[in-house]
Nanobody
Framework: QVQPVESGGGSVQAGGSLRLSCKAAGYTPSSHCLAWFRQLPGQEREGLAFISTDGTKAYYTYSVKGRFTISQDDARTMLQLQMDKLRPEDTGMYFC??????????????????????WGQGARVTVSS
C-alpha cells in the first residue's frame, strides 16, 4: 500500500514562503508518480502542480503560476513544492497524491483528483493578511 506523507505546512504572513515535502511509503518510482493538490475552504479539491517524469516540465493551476515551484529528487522518491509570495487565498489543505501508472509523464498529464489512487492526510497552510 502506497502512503504519501506531507510535511512542511504551517502559518505565514502574506508575501511569505513555505516549502512542502512529500515522501510515500511503499512507493515505487517505476510504477507510481506523485503530484500536488489542494482544497481551499468551501471548495472542491483541485489540481495544483504536476511534474514530468524527467522533471523538465511542470504544470500549475493558473492561480499559482509564477509563485509555486514543484520539484523532485533525482530518484523520484521525494516531491517538493516551494510556495512563494503566499496570499491569504492560498489558505487551505495541501495534499500529495500518488498515481499507480508505469507510463512516462503519467502524472504530468493526469490532473484530476480522480486520476490518483493514494492520498496523504494533507498539510495545513494558513496565510494571514
Amino acid at each position: 500500500q502506497v502512503q504519501p506523507v506531507e510535511s512542511g505546512g504551517g502559518s505565514v504572513q502574506a508575501g511569505g514562503s513555505l516549502r512542502l515535502s512529500c515522501k510515500a511509503a511503499g512507493y515505487t518510482p517505476s510504477s507510481h508518480c506523485l503530484a500536488w493538490f489542494r482544497q481551499l475552504p468551501g471548495q472542491e479539491r483541485e489540481g495544483l502542480a504536476f511534474i514530468s517524469t524527467d522533471g523538465t516540465k511542470a504544470y500549475y493551476t493558473y492561480s499559482v503560476k509564477g509563485r509555486f515551484t514543484i520539484s523532485q529528487d533525482d530518484a523520484r522518491t521525494m516531491l517538493q513544492l516551494q510556495m512563494d509570495k503566499l496570499r491569504p487565498e492560498d489558505t487551505g489543505m495541501y495534499f500529495c497524491a500518488a498515481r499507480a501508472s508505469p507510463y512516462r509523464d503519467s502524472c504530468y498529464f493526469s490532473q484530476s483528483p480522480s486520476d490518483y489512487h493514494f492520498w496523504g492526510q494533507g498539510a495545513r497552510v494558513t496565510v494571514s493578511s
